[in-house]
Structures are given as C-alpha cells and as structure tokens.
Nanobody, 120 residues
Framework: QVQLVESGGRLVQAGGSLRLSCSASGRTFTNYGMGWFRQAPGKEREFVAGIRWSDGGTYYADSVKGRFTISRDNAKNTVSLQMNSLKPGDTAVYYC?????????????WGQGTQVTVSS
C-alpha cells in the first residue's frame, strides 16, 4: 500500500519559517495531486494547499496565501510546504495527502502528520 510520511514539523517562534516535506513509499501509484491539510486541537481538519501533478497548478487556503508555498518533485512523488511568517494560529498537526484516482477524487492516501507549533 502507499504510505506518506511527513517531516519537518517543530516548535518555532511567530514570524519564523518552516519547510515541511512529504515522501511516498510503498507501491507505485498514479499521482494526480498532493496536498497539505492541518488540524488544530478542538478544530476540524482544514485544507491548506494543494498541487496538481499534471501541470503544477497550486491552490491555497485564504489564510495562508502569500505566506505558504507548495511545491512538488514530480520525479519522486514528493511534496513540500514552505511556511513563512508563521503565526500562532498556524499551530496544528499538518497532514500530507495524495490523490490516486483523479484530480477530482477525494484524497485517498494520508500521512500520519507532523506537529507544527508556533509560539508567540
């Protein structure tokens, strides 16, 4: 089966930067897109950023536009999230996800998450 593993989460001060990475392992799959979600304590999981594999088109939640950048390495089926100007409100577990059916399908593969904590 496909396994996604996130890395890079840590404690940072407000205004700082982090770069999260997500790598796929296991069986080969057709990658239509990958994305990042986050979930803060007591909150629902929310979409952060996504990238279409075919052309690299990117999409962002309004809350992170201008601060976060998603990128891919198409040769490796990996995705990164550059997070700048971090705010305490960005504190959450960040999950990597991938679409293996179509760009319009649900995210079928999920990582275990990596904790990002932004202190004030």
């Amino acid at each position: 089966q496909v396994q996604l593993v996130e890395s890079g989460g840590r404690l940072v001060q407000a205004g700082g930067s982090l770069r999260l990475s997500c790598s796929a392992s296991g069986r080969t799959f057709t990658n239509y897109g990958m994305g990042w979600f986050r979930q803060a304590p007591g909150k629902e999981r929310e979409f952060v950023a996504g990238i279409r594999w075919s052309d690299g088109g990117t999409y962002y939640a309004d809350s992170v536009k201008g601060r976060f950048t998603i990128s891919r390495d198409n040769a490796k089926n990996t995705v990164s999230l550059q997070m700048n100007s971090l705010k305490p409100g960005d504190t959450a577990v960040y999950y990597c996800a991938a679409k293996g059916v179509s760009w319009y399908s649900e995210y079928g593969y999920w990582g275990q998450g990596t904790q990002v904590t932004v202190s004030s």
